[in-house]
């Protein structure tokens, strides 16, 4: 499992590389063309946001796997280094709990909106496509939180290989 978490992590930067550029080469030929040419293209504000969505949503899972997320640390540096394990522990284990509400919850919204046929404004893409960003982020943020909890309760020696 592992190895497939680490071929799709390289996947998912790579993707949010890629996606980076696109946004910013779109944002900026829009740019030329409204100021230049007097003439915007009518779909490319609406494609830049459905592209950040994404963004936002898969960078989500990148901090946790980085451990990068927000953490108040006042209670864990006056405990002991076990005592801060199990505080670690729980603050994972709540957010992985809000990680799989917001997978039900977005899958349910994703259907709802999929049986409506909801379509974008100028792009005529399906909404569901947008809104599948919250319970797939979710997802794969669950299974990296998953993976932080196994290795804070692995043996040293089985945690050295480092993140993944």
């Known amino acids: 499992m592992?190895?497939?978490?680490?071929?799709y992590t390289k996947f998912e930067e790579r993707l949010l590389i890629a996606s980076l550029v696109f946004t910013?080469?779109?944002i900026f030929i829009q740019v030329i063309?409204?100021?230049v040419f007097n003439n915007s293209l009518s779909w490319s504000e609406e494609l830049a946001r459905?592209?950040?969505?994404?963004?936002?949503?898969?960078?989500?899972?990148v901090g946790i796997r980085l451990k990068e997320q927000i953490r108040v640390e006042i209670f864990s540096k006056k405990l002991s280094p076990s005592g801060a394990k199990w505080l670690n522990a729980?603050?994972?284990?709540?957010?992985?709990?809000?990680?799989i509400f917001l997978?039900?919850?977005?899958?349910?919204l994703v259907m709802m909106i999929a049986g409506r046929n909801?379509?974008?404004?100028?792009?005529?893409?399906?909404?569901s496509y947008i809104y599948l960003s919250l319970p797939f982020s979710s997802a794969i943020t669950s299974i990296y939180i998953i993976d932080q909890l196994f290795e804070l309760f692995r043996p040293a020696k089985e945690t050295e290989g480092g993140t993944i």
């Open 90 to 99: 729980l603050a994972l284990t709540i957010l992985l709990l809000f990680c």
């Open 24 to 26: 910013v080469v779109l």
């Open 33 to 35: 063309m409204r100021y």
């Open 118 to 127: 909801a379509l974008s404004t100028a792009l005529k893409i399906p909404l």
């Open 103 to 108: 997978v039900i919850n977005g899958y349910h």
């Open 50 to 61: 459905y592209i950040f969505i994404w963004q936002i949503w898969l960078g989500t899972g």
């Open 2 to 7: 592992r190895k497939m978490l680490r071929l």
